[in-house]
């Protein structure tokens, strides 16, 4: 009695485990209570389909209490195979002589059906005694959904069992252990970059038993890529190498044994391997479309960006962000090489510019500074229009406008001009032009323009400059009148003590500086 306790209660915390242990049978059969004899036979279930109304003293809990589960039967311990264990208790009854077990696949609507009948004379003497049935020769695959029926004979309308039952899976230990189709064997590989191909070796699985590999690119499904090999079971070696185009993060290596219903392993060691996936930008000049779709499903957020002249970073363009489940799609696109595409994930940002090659007609913007006005140049291979403005750097990303905003068209790669009048100077005052015929387009800034005098202010300061010229002139020929001056009231006074006249003194001084400059020269 306690072991059978004991039983009971391993079933109910094993009952819904992994690890549930699958009971054992040497050989199927029919197997009835002690002292009743049956033997069963194979039906199609075609004769016994129609019912007929029950007898007034036929009850209809006449047949009762059916149980179903899974029964493993193993040749030489290894040849494993499921099988369907059913049993019902019966109340015999003169009315009855036997039962109809049926077995339907809910995937393949196959159908087993077995009679189940009754010796006369033991269903006479053992009248209103219970009879219980067990059967388990119907064989059943890993995870099916199966309909069993159990049915009098004669088939009573009111007298019927009825129930679903779910066979274990490959994820139960004992099932993924003993039955052929779990094997699903191991997968090692090694990776050719250089030449582009993935050498599989596969082990634990079926002996002598053809095994499948191949590359595929997991989405809900794992899609076929188109690289496919056969493992002949014979044969020594199981390996074999396969071909691939790119390194993706949904690239799985696949395998199987080669047994209907097989269970399949994957393999997906490439997660990282993210930098093919921002390379399939494709851009349509007839609509001017730019176009990404991803190769793997990835989570990711995609915009419009413009790099930088030192290309250091990409700031993004307004209202250009989406978050990319398949594929992203950005319309009337600037073709400029400083527009680009920028891609966010959780590992990081990667950024690609699909015009940067030179492939795709470009503008340029160029200014030259006059005296009172700046002159913002246009040039464009094809017809544009474009807007121009001062403005205020703010930060990298935003520049505050301060001015008017001009408009000017361009193109066939003749230059186009707009003059910008008053003084634009500073390190924080830029020229901003943009494309104003598309969705998006690429601002570009020239900032830091150098300061420029008026034309008013450089004659005001060379006539400063004359004035000062002249007054340093006039001052150094009085400076040297007044030496002049004081030099010949000294000589006089001394002269007029030695008693001669002024004349004679200021011919003598005269005569003497004449001599003195004679004497230089």
């Not at 009315?95 to 159908?111: D, F």
């Not at 060691?269 to 190769?295: G, M, R, S």
């Not at 924080?428 to 034309?455: A, E, F, H, K, N």
Request: hydrophobic share 35%.
């Amino acid at each position: 009695m306690l072991a059978v306790d004991l039983q009971i209660l391993l079933v109910i915390i094993l009952g819904t485990s992994d690890c549930q242990i699958i009971p054992r049978i040497e050989k199927c059969g029919l197997s009835c209570s002690q002292g009743f004899h049956c033997k069963s036979k194979p039906s199609t279930g075609i004769f016994n389909s129609f019912c007929r109304d029950a007898p007034a003293s036929l009850s209809s809990t006449v047949l009762k209490n059916m149980k179903l589960s899974t029964a493993m039967k193993c040749v030489q311990g290894s040849q494993c195979s499921l099988h369907l264990s059913i049993k019902a208790t019966l109340n015999l009854d003169e009315n009855i002589r036997g039962l109809e077990i049926c077995s339907l696949s809910a995937e393949m609507q196959h159908s087993q059906c077995v009679n189940v009948r009754f010796s006369r004379k033991t269903s006479n003497k053992l009248l209103g005694r219970k009879v219980h049935v067990q059967f388990n020769c119907f064989e059943v695959n890993v995870a099916q959904h199966i309909y069993v029926t159990m049915k009098t004979i004669p088939n009573y309308c009111e007298v019927k069992l009825s129930q679903e039952y779910y066979v274990e899976d490959c994820r139960n230990n004992d099932v993924g252990k003993h039955i052929p189709v779990c094997f699903a064997g191991k997968l090692d590989y090694n990776v050719d970059r250089a030449r582009k191909t993935i050498s599989v070796n596969v082990s634990d699985f079926l002996q002598d038993q053809d095994y499948y590999v191949r590359l595929c690119h997991k989405w809900f499904t794992c899609e076929d890529v188109g690289s496919f090999a056969l493992i002949k079971g014979k044969e020594s070696l199981k390996s074999t190498s396969l071909q691939y185009s790119q390194l993706l993060p949904c690239l799985c290596i696949e395998g199987w044994s080669a047994i209907p219903d097989a269970r399949r392993t994957q393999l997906c060691p490439f997660k990282n391997d993210t930098k093919a996936l921002w390379d399939n930008i494709v851009y349509n000049p007839a609509t001017q479309t730019l176009a990404w779709e991803p190769a793997c499903p990835v989570h990711v957020t995609v915009n419009l960006c413009r790099l930088t002249k030192s290309n250091d970073q990409c700031v993004d363009l307004q209202n250009s962000s989406t978050t990319a489940p398949e594929k992203v799609k950005y319309s009337r696109v600037d073709t400029h090489p400083r527009l680009c595409m920028k891609f966010t994930t959780k590992q990081g940002s990667w950024v690609r510019c699909p015009f940067a090659r030179g492939n795709f007609p470009a503008w340029k913007m160029r200014i030259a500074a006059g005296a009172e006005q700046i002159q913002v140049s246009f040039m464009s291979q094809t017809k544009a229009q474009f807007s121009v403005l001062v403005c205020n750097k703010a930060q990298l990303s935003s520049c505050d406008s301060v001015g008017i905003r001009h408009s000017v068209s361009a193109g066939d790669s003749h230059p186009t001009s707009v003059n910008i009048s008053g003084e634009i100077c500073g390190s924080q005052v830029c020229i901003q032009g943009w494309r104003t015929d598309v969705d998006y387009s690429v601002p570009l800034q020239i900032c830091d323009i150098q300061c420029t005098l008026s034309s008013r202010s450089q004659e005001d300061d060379e006539n400063s400059i004359r004035i000062m010229l002249l007054t340093a002139i006039i001052l150094i020929l009085v400076t040297m009148m007044a030496l002049l001056g004081h030099k010949i009231l000294t000589v006089f006074h001394r002269k007029k003590h030695e008693g001669r006249s002024p004349a004679q003194i200021i011919r003598q001084s005269f005569s003497t500086r004449v001599k003195s400059t004679s004497s230089l020269h």
